[in-house]
């Protein structure tokens, strides 16, 4: 066995942010993928308060092979939409099981923007971008609490590094500038 050796409250920052990219989905996904997404996001988050040891690879592995034959017997196929976000939503709570380095933390996290983003393929309201904003900013405050350990309010780097990137983005071509920066660029002749 593994021992868990990251730090609790920038875990629970991340698995929040797991469970607010998920969560949408479970009116799309069977109540089984759910059912087992939020079993295992539980049984990481109590393995990391405990601080006990990982489950061992072999089990991690079993599951895993379930969770496909699984996908494979409720979609008869490993492709398409649905098929793939099932499997992303499993195959992430999954990756949770074996997360015990900094570089698992960033795989983690940018499979959580990549589940984010998958959110738009069932609604593209004003909402679901609303939702999906607050859950980037969640995911990057994880990302902000275990890279920069000295910093006491995450939440806080986060809302400013997603702001600027936010006005940062506006000077995209196709898209009006937003802040005076941006507008103050000079033009070509």
């Not at 949408?24 to 996001?41: E, G, Y």
């Not at 709570?93 to 933390?105: C, F, G, I, P, S």
């Amino acid at each position: 066995m593994i021992q868990n050796a990251l730090p609790l409250r920038n875990s629970v920052w991340l698995y929040s942010a797991l469970a607010l990219a998920a969560a949408p989905h479970a009116s799309h996904l069977p109540v089984w993928v759910t059912s087992a997404a939020a079993l295992l996001l539980a049984w990481r988050l109590y393995l990391s308060w405990k601080q006990t040891p990982l489950p061992p690879r072999w089990l991690v592995l079993l599951v895993a092979a379930a969770a496909l034959g699984g996908v494979y017997l409720t979609q008869r196929t490993l492709f398409g939409r649905e098929a793939g976000v099932m499997l992303l939503v499993l195959l992430l709570a999954l990756k949770l099981m074996e997360m015990r380095t900094l570089r698992d933390v960033h795989v983690v996290t940018f499979l959580a923007y990549f589940l984010t983003l998958t959110n738009f393929f069932y609604s593209q309201t004003v909402a679901t971008a609303i939702l999906m904003l607050a859950t980037v900013v969640v995911i990057t405050a994880s990302l902000v609490g275990f890279n920069a350990p000295s910093c006491r309010a995450p939440a806080r780097c986060s809302r400013r590094r997603v702001r600027s990137c936010c006005s940062c983005s506006s000077s995209f071509p196709g898209c009006p500038g937003r802040c005076g920066a941006c507008r103050r660029t000079p033009s070509r002749p």
